[in-house]
């Protein structure tokens, strides 16, 4: 599933589903692209069935945070780069872990408490 932006507002729920994920969940992941997050603003979150999504670059209650990341790490191509992309944001997250063997959708949920943040991209996909 790609969602193209197009949301405004606070939450931002997708619901997903026509996927079966298997007894053993290999690998799921789901990718962002936001505008406007602000790296030293907090209270803004991703969620995946209702868990916060958190890596080392991406911490709770910080989600768009102006990074560029792949599985908690910086993203190919942006080391050394800047810490701070001023309200560029682009990362993927292993999400597996949020996934109910046996489940055939699920809810991503962008929220915010303080920050504004604007949904361009958001990419989901199971490994089945």
């Known amino acids: 599933m790609v ?3 197009g949301a405004f507002g606070d939450p931002v729920a997708l619901e997903v ?3 079966l994920v298997p007894q ?11 505008y406007e997050g602000d790296l030293g603003l907090q209270g ?11 890596d080392a670059l991406n911490p709770l ?10 599985l908690g790490l910086p993203a190919v191509g942006s080391v050394p780069g800047p ?5 560029f944001d682009v990362d993927r997250f292993d999400v597996a872990a ?5 489940s055939n959708g699920t809810v991503l949920e962008l929220t915010s408490a303080e920050d504004v943040y604007l949904p361009g991209v958001v990419a989901f996909s199971v490994d089945q």
């Open 83 to 87: 810490s701070n992309l001023f309200g």
């Open 44 to 54: 803004d979150q991703l969620a995946v069935a209702g868990r916060a999504v958190v």
């Open 61 to 70: 209650g910080n989600t768009f945070n102006s990074t560029a990341s792949a």
């Open 98 to 102: 949020a996934l109910e063997p046996g």
């Open 17 to 19: 589903g026509g996927f």
């Open 24 to 34: 053993s969940v290999g690998g799921a992941s789901v990718a962002t692209v936001s």
């Open 3 to 5: 969602f193209t932006g």
